[in-house]
């Protein structure tokens, strides 16, 4: 079974400029989440999605992020435009809807901001 | 509101000797506890959880943790450290019936000395 893809693994991009990140989560997932993890931090939740409606975005900073999971599978967040303090790694996680004890998390994308 | 805190940033420990990894958590409800591995450029990795039931849980890769309500504690230990543990360790905590909101410590990196 695949796990969580995500791409780019690594971007590099200046100050201003608009950066995207893909996640595909284990089929049959219904949950996704998408978090930051800064250096030498614990993730830190942005956004979780059941099925296609984001049920929980309190901590999406919605001045410059957002996020969609149009058919309810693929996702993507989205800066624009981007400031020093975005860098960190960006990291999506799925799991079973309902009541589920685990998320399964990607590899990230580590995101530099010159 | 639910938060945690690992004591220790970075742990050394000798290749055979006891691991052992500090978590304390807050949580106005029983909480869900978890911990996760983290290996370099890679996600995270769901090492073991508690929901209900027996306190002393057993993980993967010969790692437990055992349940302390009176102490709020949730500390991961190995009998013998390998090689191969090197990582950094995050605890989680989450309230309600599911892993749907996990709340991460700031991590704790193990470093295994041969």
């Known amino acids: 079974e695949a796990g969580v893809v995500q791409s780019p693994r690594y971007k590099i991009i200046e100050k201003k400029q608009p950066v995207a990140f893909w996640c595909n989560p284990i089929s049959g997932h219904n949950t996704l989440y998408w978090y930051r993890q800064n250096l030498g931090q614990g993730p830190e939740l942005l956004i979780r999605?059941?099925?296609?409606?984001?049920?929980?975005d309190s901590q999406l900073p919605k001045d410059r992020f957002s996020a969609e999971r149009l058919k309810g599978v693929d996702s993507t967040l989205k800066i624009q435009p981007a400031e020093l303090g975005d860098s960190a790694v960006y990291l999506c996680?799925?799991?079973?809807?309902?009541?589920?004890?685990?998320?399964?998390f990607g590899p990230g994308t580590r995101l530099t901001v010159t | 509101a639910q938060s945690v805190t690992q004591l220790g940033s970075h742990v050394s420990v000798s290749e055979g000797a006891l691991v052992l990894l500090r978590c304390n958590y807050s949580?106005?409800?029983?909480?869900?506890l978890f911990w996760y591995v983290q290996y370099p450029n890679q996600g995270l990795q769901l090492l073991l959880k508690y929901t209900t039931g027996a306190t002393l849980v057993k993980g993967i890769n010969g790692f437990e943790a055992e349940f302390k309500k009176s102490e709020t504690s949730f500390h991961l230990t190995k009998p013998s450290a390998h090689m191969s543990d090197a990582a950094e360790y995050f605890c989680a905590v989450s309230e309600g019936g599911s892993a749907r909101q996990l709340t991460f410590g700031s991590g704790t990196q193990l470093t295994v000395l041969p």
């Open positions: 949580s106005s409800v029983p909480p869900y």
């Open positions: 999605y059941e099925n296609e409606e984001a049920v929980d």
């Open positions: 996680a799925s799991s079973l809807g309902a009541v589920s004890y685990e998320q399964y």
